[in-house]
């Protein structure tokens, strides 16, 4: 198997036109390298930028109707910060693919969180282009799956679980609280995580999610609302 046929695996997408993806993965140092008009991918990325916003737009209307347009904004940026796309670009393994002038190479331009970041945005184009916005849309809401749960947390009002239970806990006790994963059952791309939240050794809560992440600070929110319950508030 090719790289590219199994980096398509890996993304669940099979592209008609395997230019578009190298096109993806081709980054602008290529045309610095070969001070030649080389193709690379930026043009790629203003496109896949676009495709990105309306579709997760789209979903955090649907998904939280209750919610304004302030908060909408505010739950869009989390989701696409740079750190985050990176993070996508990072478990995908595109770095591994990139094509890049010696130089970047050189200089670790395969784990630059930039790099990664415009390949992302890039990819997100480049299937557009080559299946429409309907597979695009599919790609998208797959790789999100895990960071909308977390994005629940946050519209319940509570932004930062985590933090909110060891500063309660730790206004009584020096022992921060702690967390173990109790279960991760499913496939990969729909996986579901069941985490509890300790504190001395006694569970005070679980929590399920998309992800660890997800899992743990749900299970701080249901901690948080069992100790405020029991305070009277």
């Known amino acids: 198997m090719s790289a590219l046929a199994e980096l398509q695996t890996r993304l669940g997408y099979q592209f008609r036109d395997d230019g578009l993806l190298l096109l993806a993965l081709t980054h602008p140092s290529i045309a610095h390298e070969q001070n030649v008009p080389t193709p690379h991918n930026q043009r790629l990325e203003f496109l896949g930028d676009a495709v990105l916003g309306l579709v997760l ?22 989701l696409v910060n740079a750190g985050s796309l ?19 190479e050189n200089t670790g331009g395969r784990e630059r969180a930039s790099a990664l970041t415009d390949a992302f945005e890039s990819l997100l184009g480049a299937i557009f282009l080559d299946g429409g916005l309907e597979p695009a849309r599919e790609f998208i809401l797959r790789e999100f799956n895990g960071d909308f749960s977390e994005l ?6 509570i932004e930062n679980p985590k933090g ?9 006790s020096p022992v921060a609280p702690s967390y173990e994963l109790i279960s991760a059952v499913g496939p990969d791309h729909d996986r ?25 600070s749900e299970a701080a929110v249901a901690a948080l609302k069992i100790l405020r319950a029991a305070a009277g508030g």
């Open 152 to 157: 629940e947390v946050s519209t319940a009002g």
């Open 86 to 104: 990176a993070a996508h670009g990072r478990a995908l393994g595109l770095g591994a693919h990139l094509v890049l002038s010696r130089g970047e």
């Open 57 to 78: 737009s789209s979903a955090l209307y649907k998904k939280f109707p209750d919610s304004d347009e302030g908060l909408l904004t505010k739950s869009r940026a989390r």
């Open 164 to 172: 909110e239970l060891q500063e309660l806990l730790q206004a009584k």
């Open 192 to 216: 579901q995580f069941i985490c509890a939240v300790l504190h001395g050794g006694v569970e005070l809560a679980r929590g399920a999610g998309k992800s660890k992440r997800a899992a743990e």
